[in-house]
C-alpha cells in the first residue's frame, strides 16, 4: 500500500488539520494538558428538547462531582410509537485527554447515528487524563452502564429496549468500550441490561513495539506516533509503559476472557490509520478467544473519518452499524 497521503475532501482535510494542530499545541512536554487552549479549538453543542435533523437531545447527570453524566438522543419519529428501539451507548474518542460529549462533531456523529440506525443513543462524558489517570474513564463508564440499568427514560420519552442493548466506542472511547463490555460480562449485576453487540471504530490499542502500519504512516496521516505516545503516556499511571493490559489487552499482561460472556463485535478498520495493525491483533485475540467478529476494513480511510459526513466511507459505516444492531436485535439473539 502506498504510504502518500489518502486524497480527502477540502472540508476533511481542513478538520484535520485545525484539530490536529490544537491537540499538539494544547499537549505539554510534562504530560499536562493546556485546557485553556484545547477547549478554545473545541466547540460545544447544547443539548435540544427541540428536534434537529429528527433528534431530541438531553443531558443526563449520573455524578455531578466527578461531573459524570450522558447525552441522550431520541429519535423523534418512533418518540410516541409502540415499537421500541434498542439504546446504543456510546465513549468517544481524544486519546483518553480530549473532546467530551458535548463537543459539537461528536454531537452531530451521536445525532446522526440515532437518527440513521435509529436507536436510542447513550453519550458518556467521562473524566480525562492526565488530570484523572486511570483507571478512571473504566470506572466511569462502568457506572454509566449501572445507572442506565435502573434509570427511567420514561421521564425523556423514550422507548427503549433495554435487552437490545450495545456498546460502542471509537479510537479511545473503543479502548473504553471493550473493557465496559469485559466487566459487564464477567458480572451480573444488571437487572434490565442486556448487552447484545460491541460495535468498535478504529479501537485504540498498542504495544512497546512499532508495528508495520505505525511506521510507514508516521507523519503521512493525522495521527503520528509522537501524538500516541504522548496520549498514553499522559493517560498510564507513574511507571508503566505500553505493555499494560489495558494498552495491549492481547498481550500477555492481558485479561483471559475466553469465559467471559463478550458479545458479536463489529469492528472497523481504516488503510490509513497506523493503529489498524493493533486493530487486527486484537480481531485474532478476540478470535482465539471464542468470540465472533466482524470485520469491515475501508481501504482510504483515516483515522476518525465517521466524524466527516462529507467522506463517504463515513455513510458506509452508518449503514453497517444499522445491519449489524438489525440482525443482532432479532428475535432469536436476544432470547
Same mark, same amino acid.
Given at each position: 500500500?502506498?504510504?502518500?497521503?489518502?486524497?480527502?475532501?477540502?472540508?476533511?482535510?481542513?478538520?484535520?488539520?485545525?484539530?490536529?494542530?490544537? !491537540?499538539?499545541?494544547?499537549?505539554?512536554?510534562?504530560?499536562? %494538558?493546556? $485546557?485553556?487552549?484545547?477547549?478554545?479549538?473545541?466547540?460545544?453543542?447544547?443539548?435540544?428538547?427541540?428536534?434537529?435533523?429528527?433528534?431530541?437531545? *438531553?443531558?443526563?447527570?449520573?455524578?455531578?462531582?466527578?461531573?459524570?453524566? +450522558?447525552?441522550?438522543?431520541?429519535?423523534?419519529? !418512533?418518540?410516541?410509537?409502540? !415499537?421500541?428501539?434498542?439504546?446504543?451507548?456510546? *465513549?468517544?474518542? &481524544?486519546?483518553?485527554?480530549?473532546?467530551?460529549?458535548?463537543?459539537?462533531?461528536? #454531537?452531530?456523529?451521536?445525532?446522526?447515528?440515532?437518527? =440513521?440506525?435509529?436507536?436510542? %443513543?447513550?453519550?458518556?462524558?467521562?473524566?480525562?487524563?492526565?488530570?484523572?489517570?486511570?483507571?478512571?474513564?473504566?470506572?466511569? &463508564?462502568?457506572?454509566?452502564?449501572?445507572?442506565?440499568?435502573?434509570?427511567?427514560?420514561?421521564?425523556?420519552?423514550?422507548?427503549?429496549?433495554?435487552? $437490545?442493548?450495545?456498546?460502542? @466506542?471509537?479510537?479511545? &472511547? &473503543?479502548?473504553?468500550?471493550?473493557?465496559?463490555?469485559?466487566?459487564?460480562?464477567?458480572?451480573?449485576? *444488571?437487572?434490565?441490561?442486556?448487552?447484545?453487540?460491541?460495535?468498535?471504530? =478504529?479501537?485504540?490499542? @498498542? @504495544?512497546?513495539?512499532?508495528? #508495520?502500519?505505525?511506521?510507514?504512516? #508516521?507523519?503521512?496521516?493525522?495521527?503520528?506516533?509522537?501524538?500516541?505516545?504522548?496520549?498514553?503516556?499522559? +493517560?498510564?499511571?507513574?511507571?508503566?509503559?505500553?505493555?499494560?493490559?489495558?494498552?495491549?489487552?492481547?498481550?500477555?499482561?492481558?485479561?483471559?476472557?475466553?469465559?467471559?460472556?463478550?458479545?458479536?463485535?463489529?469492528?472497523?478498520?481504516?488503510?490509513?490509520?497506523?493503529? =489498524? #495493525?493493533?486493530?487486527? $491483533?486484537?480481531?485474532?485475540?478476540?478470535?482465539?478467544?471464542?468470540?465472533?467478529?466482524? %470485520?469491515?476494513?475501508?481501504?482510504?480511510?483515516?483515522?476518525?473519518?465517521?466524524?466527516?459526513?462529507?467522506?463517504?466511507?463515513?455513510?458506509?459505516?452508518?449503514?453497517?452499524?444499522?445491519?449489524?444492531?438489525?440482525?443482532?436485535?432479532?428475535?432469536? $439473539?436476544?432470547?
Amino acid at each position: 500500500m502506498s504510504s502518500s497521503p489518502p486524497h480527502l475532501p477540502l472540508k476533511a482535510r481542513l478538520l484535520l488539520a485545525i484539530h490536529s494542530f490544537a !491537540t499538539q499545541r494544547a499537549s505539554r512536554s510534562n504530560y499536562t %494538558v493546556n $485546557r485553556k487552549l484545547a477547549n478554545l479549538f473545541d466547540p460545544k453543542a447544547s443539548p435540544s428538547s427541540k428536534p434537529i435533523k429528527g433528534v431530541s437531545s *438531553f443531558d443526563v447527570s449520573i455524578d455531578p462531582s466527578r461531573k459524570l453524566w +450522558f447525552r441522550l438522543y431520541n429519535p423523534t419519529s !418512533t418518540a410516541n410509537s409502540a !415499537t421500541s428501539l434498542p439504546l446504543l451507548i456510546y *465513549f468517544h474518542g &481524544g486519546g483518553f485527554c480530549f473532546l467530551s460529549a458535548n463537543t459539537k462533531f461528536i #454531537d452531530g456523529f451521536c445525532r446522526r447515528l440515532a437518527g =440513521q440506525v435509529p436507536a436510542v %443513543v447513550a453519550s458518556v462524558n467521562y473524566r480525562l487524563a492526565p488530570e484523572h489517570r486511570y483507571p478512571c474513564q473504566y470506572e466511569d &463508564g462502568f457506572d454509566a452502564l449501572k445507572y442506565i440499568d435502573k434509570m427511567s427514560f420514561q421521564d425523556y420519552n423514550c422507548n427503549v429496549d433495554l435487552k $437490545r442493548c450495545f456498546i460502542a @466506542g471509537d479510537s479511545a &472511547g &473503543g479502548n473504553l468500550a471493550h473493557h465496559v463490555v469485559v466487566n459487564a460480562g464477567a458480572c451480573n449485576e *444488571f437487572e434490565r441490561v442486556k448487552v447484545v453487540g460491541f460495535v468498535a471504530m =478504529q479501537p485504540f490499542f @498498542g @504495544g512497546e513495539e512499532r508495528t #508495520d502500519s505505525e511506521t510507514r504512516l #508516521d507523519g503521512v496521516t493525522n495521527l503520528p506516533l509522537e501524538r500516541t505516545d504522548w496520549m498514553w503516556k499522559a +493517560f498510564l499511571p507513574e511507571g508503566f509503559d505500553r505493555n499494560h493490559q489495558v494498552v495491549r489487552v492481547f498481550g500477555p499482561n492481558g485479561v483471559d476472557i475466553s469465559s467471559v460472556r463478550f458479545p458479536p463485535t463489529l469492528l472497523f478498520i481504516g488503510g490509513f490509520d497506523p493503529l =489498524q #495493525d493493533w486493530q487486527r $491483533r486484537y480481531r485474532e485475540w478476540l478470535e482465539k478467544s471464542g468470540k465472533e467478529v466482524h %470485520v469491515v476494513e475501508y481501504p482510504n480511510a483515516v483515522h476518525g473519518f465517521y466524524t466527516m459526513p462529507d467522506i463517504p466511507e463515513s455513510d458506509l459505516l452508518f449503514k453497517e452499524v444499522k445491519d449489524f444492531v438489525k440482525r443482532q436485535s432479532s428475535l432469536e $439473539r436476544i432470547l
